[in-house]
């Protein structure tokens, strides 16, 4: 091929040589560009595309080729560039990759070998720049400086780093745990690893460069020109396992990686996390200012292949470079590949001629993209090899279609389908050979289908595992000053930026569970914030609101069916205060206005619903009348008659007017107001003794007449609603006036089975009546005549 220009373009990261060698091809009528990775190769083929349309754009990668009928520009991969098809332009990114232990060989044979008609341009650091004028005769260079500056910021724990910062692990295992640590302190990361297929990292990249969350974990594959809007990388360790054992990187690894920090004319920053060490001062400035020593060598393999026998092959493939400057490659994987399989008889009786060779050196370069290559990958080589060479020449269709349907399963965990993608990729690999398969459009169709699902789910199992998308989008919020938007819907679950945060009930806010206690803080600052508006809202409708939408209960005061205080006891048991529930949406001055509000509101809510009890207290009663009324007051609107009776006794008659006009009912067995035996006034009477005892408020039995006495209950509580224990047997005290009297009679007949009218005034059956019958009969009997007290049973019996 006659050459054209030869330039390197060489500088550090984020100098835009990307971007020019792209506009440089695109000024020419054909050019080719070859890329370190699928990823990037991928991302520029669509930016083309974009730019030119989809007919003038082919893109070649192992396990990707789109190629319209007539294509103008190439975009690939550098192992996939075609070099035979001759272009005015071509381009090879990241250059100085020449001198990498694995893949060095291939780019410095494109460096030595691959040349456009007019231009050729190599791209990459200027590290390499001495061995390029050594072995490309007549290159130019050109210098690009950095469009920002790029400053070391020393370590930081990974709870402080900076929001739009990438985590550089060296090991998924490391990227995992990593990325573990930032979703409990941080709300999530994105993950990107070199195994990720692009449609799975272009997911993963997208969440973070929508800033769905502020955080990267990655492997050292970001280096590679991958474009995001970063601030500042944090190494998480500085070293790595090499594949052949672990080791320090270098400065020039290291700028590589930082260089990822700060975006065209965005500065940006590097560092450590706190437990990866310190990057010694003279290799953080040497990062600041580019300046790294030389490469003192490039990685060469033979590329003149012998094929007149697998022992020639291998041979040829161990010759040694003749030049100065270049160093032979450690074996890669298909030498390793080819030299296992020349050790199967069977194999090297069916490489028996140059045609078979060369196909036998083609199979071995099939990727094992799990990067493991255990004997699983070569027995596979082996197989696919033996199918090529048997009469059919092709690989049977049964066999493509069991191989992948293997594969085609969305289940498990995160490793399992990261190798079900690798294993997938070399399926797709094969389908791109026309030569080896039969209908290859229908199998890559298939591959890139299985690919995509699976793609799809490692996303989803990398976001379920490594993002808690609730706690970033609160976390991102809050670090800005305007509003955040709630919502709060009928039952009062709360939606912060369109996330559930919890529940709001009156004026307390109930935060939903959270992983951490991290998660916790953040999703309770971004209720507090969101809710401040609605605070006020509800607050004021409070104020404004009757008391016909409060109620009492065991739960304190409610209003509008929303628990809102509870109560405290004080001295007076028909007074008690109303403190309103904690909560931070309330400030100071606005819950002390709430607790007079809710106070006022308990005070109005008790005079209705014990009406007669307050009419008692605040009539004007003196001597014997006014002890009997405190005294009832005290007990909730009932006192056995003994108790009460040197009160009783005392009453002149006009004292026992007014208080009948008052509603009480002096009986012989009780004193009470009957109107508090309602079951509405029996439950606030049940709240308030609860309330002065301080124990939860026990249920009241209803309307019953009579319910037997259960002894768990709390003593004196049926006596506060208005029920008298006789006999195991709590009676309702206006029906134990009718049951005492009918009891007397009976006991007067001589007899001490209980009567129809008995059984029906208790509602219980015969033992029960027998048991209260017997408890009357032991009490003591009041010592006054029946005329005394006309409301006695002896009165009513006598009327009759």
Partial sequence: MTAGRILAVLGPTNTGKTHLALERMLGHASGMIGFPLRLLARENYDRIVRLKGAGAVALITGEEKILPPCPRWFVCTVESMPLDRPVAFV?????????????????????????????????????????????VPGVEFVSRPRFSSLTHAGPRKLARLPPRSVVVAFSAAEVYAT???????????????????????????????????????????????????????????LRKFDGRAPRSLDPAELAQIAGRAGRHMNDGSFGTTADAGIIAPDVAEAIENHRFPPLKALSWRNADLRFASVAALLASLERKPDRAGLIRARDADDQTALAALAADPEILRLANHPERVRLLWEVCRIP??????????????????????????????????????RIDRADGEIDAIVSRIANIRTWTYVSHRPDWVADPAHWQETTRAVEDRLSDALHDRLTSRFVDK?????????????????????????????????????????????????????????????????????????????????????DGVLWRGEAVARLAATGDPLRPLAEPAESDLLEAAARDRLRRRLTGVVHGLLARDLAPLVRLREAPLAGAARGLAHQLVEALGSVTRESAGPQVTALSGADRKALARLGVRLGTE????????????????ALLWGLRHRIPVPATPGPRPAVMVDEAAAAGFLDAVGYRPVGGVAVRVDILERVAAEARALARAGTAEPSRLLLSLLGLGPAAARSVMAGLGRRPRPHRRPRDNPDSPFAMLKSR
């Avoid at 640590?181 to 690893?193: E, P, T």
């Avoid at 290559?373 to 199918?387: I, K, N, P, Q, Y």
């Fill in 368 to 405: 094992d993209f799990r990067k493991v290559m255990d004997e699983s990958h070569t027995r596979l080589l082996g197989r696919v090899f033996r199918h090529l060479t048997a009469p059919a020449g092709r690989l049977p269709a049964d066999w493509l279609a069991e191989s992948i349907a």
């Fill in 91 to 135: 381009a090879v990114d990241e250059i100085q990759l020449c001198a990498d232990a694995e893949r060095g060989h291939i780019f410095t044979d494109r460096l030595l070998h691959a040349r456009g008609r007019q231009e050729t341009v190599f791209l990459g650091a200027e590290t390499i720049k001495p061995l390029l004028r050594r072995l």
């Fill in 470 to 554: 609730r706690t970033a989008v609160l976390a991102r919020r809050l670090r800005d000053d305007g509003e955040m938007a709630a919502e709060i819907a009928g039952d009062g679950e709360v939606r912060v930026e369109g996330q559930y945060v919890g529940r709001l009930t009156g004026f307390t806010f109930a935060a939903d569970r959270a992983e951490t206690a991290g998660a916790a803080r953040t999703m309770q600052n971004a209720a507090l914030r969101a809710l401040k508006r609605e605070t006020a809202r509800r607050l004021d409708q409070l104020m404004q609101d009757g008391d016909e939408v409060f109620t009492l209960g065991p």
């Fill in 179 to 237: 990325a573990e640590f930032v979703r409990r302190s941080r709300g999530g990361a994105a993950v990107v690893l070199g195994a990720l297929s692009p449609r799975t990292r272009n997911a993963q990249v997208g969440m973070y460069q929508a800033g769905e969350v502020d955080y990267i974990v990655a492997t050292d594959a970001i280096g590679m020109g991958l474009n995001m809007d970063v601030d500042h990388v944090a190494f998480a360790a």
């Fill in 670 to 685: 009780s004193v009470f107001l009957p109107d508090l035996l309602k079951p509405p006034a029996q439950r606030t009477r």
